[in-house]
């Protein structure tokens, strides 16, 4: 508003202030400063460079490369009203011609060193050239149950850098297989399995995939296997009532014949009653009643019950429940934060404020050294939750007959 005092700009290389006039371009490659100030005081000072667009003997089929391509489009998006048609041609010429050499040099097809193995860019789908095929083979003792017995079992990933990395798109994958029976192919996420597509071509096993992890490869000829038995009788079962190949009921996940269980009731994959889900063999309890997928009652960490340890406050003696921390999490309004919450500070004594929410003998509220009523409880939410999964199961069994 004041105007302009004086304004001009300086080349490093030659370190020279030029006075700027509504003439002056800068078109020359290199570093420059800028100044300007004002008539009231106010100074600003801009640097910047101008860059030649990079040589195309220097662009390869390297993911570096195409960064360098996208960021020249993205420029020239930003200043393509502001230059002339002669460099906005140089600009679109330079980028024709970065992505024809960028493309010819990319790679449909990687394999492994010893070319037993190899996966094909689908549509256009490309690799970088530094981009490793590895295919390790991997034991069957580690794989969860699969429906038939195994042949072959191979974690499958691309390496660039020393990094695994994905495919950009769709690839189909070539693995060795040599049997005369026809092949069956399991892919393998974690302790589930399934049953996925694949030809037989020549001496491979193939398959369309978007992303590469673990597969074991089998046959009708191999021994089946029942995944819903354990050799400790009793302690697994898996139902799947939707066929969908997940367990909508599931105890034992991890295969260890360590009892689990989760109960998925609205088929989101997500465990709505979920009892020891990190598989360490501590009892937890995780119920998410109105399906938003926030616990809204949490039991965890249960370790041991001591009615003899007490504390008296205010000439009333309580159960202080040590040993057991957290010991009840209800979150009534699903906001995340426990409503109702015994030892919330993990003191080992109740705290007071608790107490006034969970008076009248409620769950949760203090208990003296009479421990009966606890195990009442316990009794009656294990009951209630067997029953339910009864229930669930015979509701889905009846729904799949009919």
Known sequence: MSGVYEAYYVKEEDGIPITIDPEVKLKEIGEYEIYAQDKAGNEI????????????????????SKDIIDQVKEELEEIKDKIDKTEREEYEEWIKDALEKWESERK???????KSSK???????????????????????????LPQNAL???????????????????????LPYTDKEEPILYEIKGNQVKQIPCQREGNYITFITDSLGKYAISNEAQDKTDKNECQLEGTKINIDTDNDGYPDVNVDIDNDCIADLN????????????????????????VDTNEDGKVDINIVNIKEWKPEKVVTINGITYDTMGGIKPYLNIDEDGDGIPDRNIDADGNGIIDSEERKKNTGGAIGSANTGDSSKWNLWWIMMISTSMVMIYAIYRKRKQKDTF
């Open 108 to 114: 449909k097809v990687v394999e492994t060193d010893d």
């Open 263 to 286: 109960i998925d009731m609205d088929n989101d994959q997500i465990p709505d009653i979920n009892i020891d889900s990190d598989g360490d063999g501590k009892a937890e309890i995780n």
């Open 45 to 64: 000072i801009i640097t910047f460079k101008i860059v030649p667009l990079p040589d195309i003997e220097d662009i390869d089929g390297s993911d570096e």
């Open 152 to 174: 072959y079992a191979y974690d499958v990933y691309l390496m660039k850098d020393n990094v695994k990395v994905q495919a950009d798109g769709s690839i189909k994958v070539y």
């Open 119 to 145: 996966v094909e860019g689908q549509g256009d789908t490309s690799f970088d050239p530094k981009t490793q095929l590895i295919v390790d083979s991997i034991s069957q003792s580690t794989l969860p149950k």
